[in-house]
């Protein structure tokens, strides 16, 4: 007899380790008693199952046959016999006293291969297995009520002696099913976070690319998901974007994310109540990570100032986003439906004299002189900014020289979002399912 109470603080540690339900552990157990028992008493193709009594101690057997007839199985082909001919095929015969198939001459073709010659497609039937199916009319006499389909349980003696190799035929089914019930409790558990923040430690590196320490889980985080010229140490504690779960992989991979835009604006929603509850809204973002942002933000309730409310008393709020970005500078623009207005506030933190809109969501911006470098950007970054963030497409120039260009003073929107989330979203995106 077991001891219950060991075997039942045993589960209940379990589950709590592996944040697993006691009752996935227990359906654990049942199956690899019952791959032991299988292993030691039955045939190979035997389906067998087996139901532990928590409260008894009581351990019962059982075989499971599922009903079928001639139209759900097909029978292995008729033997040659050394004299040339074709036997029957080895299959019980039916309640009715007929062979359930028989052989097929040398020269001559089933139904379904003549079938499948023409070119049509049809399934192909599984075969035939006495140790795992029943034909209905047996199946019948047992259950009156039998369909094709059901799964009868006949019961089989009790067993609590097991051989060596039963025994670890039974340790590695059980690793395996709990292997298995850990996999599915972190995928549902990650699979609902996937969009949001997660905090993890660092723990290796590995041609460029960064594991993380998510607790119950690890995390990857590619070389192309980090931020250029952040630099990573083991031990240290960091935030991270879920981009999304690998499934399909033995153990689930949660891809993280550090450079990925909507890593900014989850980051504003855990700095700035307004943009949590939905007061504040995020309508578009355009980041270089590691360099720079510009968010565009309005709100949907009177009296409330959108950039006010992300830039926090004495800039606490943005300086906090900021400082979880290596010091990333973040530019906050109030978002408007007039073009011109928006295209001016993305320049933002220019001061503009004035907005021409030209067709095709052109716009031309004439700013002073002594504004004309700081509405460019080092490199042309801060109007090729605004036009990512705007989506369209700009030309700077001074208020003295309309006429005159200015180098690297223009810039176009990227035609598949102004925002750059969605290129963003399929750059970091693992193969379909």
């Keep these: ?77 008729a033997p040659t016999l050394p004299d040339g001919n074709v036997g029957e095929v080895g299959v019980p015969a039916s309640p009715a006293g007929r062979p359930t198939a028989k052989g097929v001459g040398k020269g001559e073709k089933s139904a379904a291969a003549e079938t499948l010659s023409q070119g049509e497609e049809e399934q192909i039937l599984p075969r035939y297995n006495a140790d795992r199916h029943i034909f209905l009319e047996e199946a019948k006499k047992t259950k009156k009520d039998a369909q094709l389909g059901d799964e009868l349980e006949f019961p089989l003696d009790t067993r609590e002696d097991f051989g ?158 900021s400082n979880e970005l290596g010091n990333e500078k973040i530019d906050i623009i109030e978002w408007s439906e007039d073009p011109a207005k928006f295209v001016g506030n993305s320049l933002s933190p220019a001061k503009t004299r004035g907005v021409e809109v030209l067709p095709r969501r052109e716009a031309r911006v004439f700013v002073e002189d002594n504004q004309l470098s700081l509405a460019i950007g080092k490199g042309g970054q801060n109007v090729r900014l605004a036009a990512k963030l705007t989506g369209w497409k700009i030309d700077v120039r001074s208020s003295s020289k309309p006429e005159e260009a200015q180098a690297e003073g223009v810039a176009a929107a990227e035609q598949e979002t102004p925002t750059e989330e969605t290129q963003s979203e399929e750059e970091t995106k693992p193969e379909e399912k």
């Design 164 to 321: 060596r190799i039963a025994a670890q035929t039974a340790k590695q089914v059980i690793l395996q099913k709990l292997r298995e019930a850990e996999r599915e409790s972190v995928v549902s558990e990650f699979k609902n976070r996937e969009g949001e923040i997660v905090s993890g430690v660092i723990q290796r590196f590995e041609k460029g690319n960064v594991f993380v320490d998510l607790g119950r889980a690890a995390g990857i985080m590619f070389n192309n998901e980090s931020v250029p010229g952040e630099h990573y140490k083991a031990g240290v504690r960091l935030k991270f974007f879920v981009v999304a779960i690998q499934e399909e992989t033995r153990m689930p991979g949660i891809i993280l994310s550090r450079s990925h835009p909507k890593f900014v604006s989850k980051l504003f929603a855990l700095e700035v109540p307004e943009v949590s509850d939905g007061t504040v809204e995020i309508k578009a973002l355009a980041r270089e990570p590691g360099s720079r942002t510009k968010i565009a933000v309005a709100s949907k309730a009177d009296g409330i100032d959108p950039v006010g409310a992300c830039v926090g008393q004495r800039g606490t709020r943005v300086m906090a986003v």
């Design 1 to 77: 007899m077991m001891d219950l109470k060991t075997l039942k603080r045993a589960i209940d540690q379990i589950a709590e380790e592996k944040g697993i339900e006691p009752a996935k552990i227990l359906e654990a157990i049942e199956s690899s008693i019952a791959a032991a028992y299988k292993k030691e008493y039955e045939k190979r193709g035997e389906i067998v199952k087996a139901k532990f009594d928590l409260k008894t101690g009581a351990l019962k057997f059982w075989q499971i046959k599922t009903v079928v007839d001639e139209s759900t199985v097909r029978a292995e082909e």
